[in-house]
């Protein structure tokens, strides 16, 4: 087995915080990433809310091109990295233990988890990076309101996970 080499996390916390102001500076725009994913849903739904995000912001605006940056930044940081390049769906040996072993139900989860993460976006009325990096930066309430609802009610989650399943 491979053994996988990661970036300190302070180097990743230093990138997101010096991108939020140049996006500040440059933009006049707060960073988020909820409002980005309903541009790209509204290139391929027919559904009202998501055609209205498209009709909002336009067919290219900046926050599509953002979402498109995501996994690119991935790769870059992947290809950056120090040691061989894993894909795969691990999420460490904890999280191993209480994932189905298929493939297809591991991924099952994991898209479960995302639409879920989406519905509590949509109901806080934006995402974690929205809230947690960018609000909570401004000292705005509902965004350190909102945070740590996200946080709460993640730690509740994996908590409830790990005793019914692990």
């Not at 209480?98 to 993460?117: E, I, Q, R, T």
Request: glycine share 16%; net charge positive.
């Amino acid at each position: 087995m491979t053994e996988v080499i990661v970036w300190n996390g302070w180097i990743g916390g230093l990138g997101i915080g010096l991108y939020v102001l140049f996006q500040l500076v440059v933009t006049g725009k707060m960073l988020g990433v909820s409002s980005g994913y309903c541009s790209l849903c509204g290139c391929f739904s027919r559904a009202t809310f998501f055609i209205e995000q498209k009709q909002k912001e336009g067919p290219l605006n900046w926050r599509l091109w953002f979402i498109f940056g995501l996994p690119l930044g991935g790769l870059l940081a992947a290809w950056s990295s120090p040691g061989d390049w894993v894909a795969g769906f691990s999420l460490g040996k904890l999280y191993d233990s209480v994932f189905p072993d298929a493939l297809w139900a591991k991924s099952m989860v994991l898209v479960v988890g995302g639409l879920l993460m989406g519905l509590g976006a949509r109901m806080a009325g934006g995402c974690t990076s929205g809230h947690a990096i960018s609000g909570m930066a401004m000292l705005n309430p509902p965004s350190i309101v909102a945070a740590a609802g996200f946080f709460a009610g993640g730690v509740f989650i994996v908590q409830l996970l790990f005793r019914m399943v692990g």
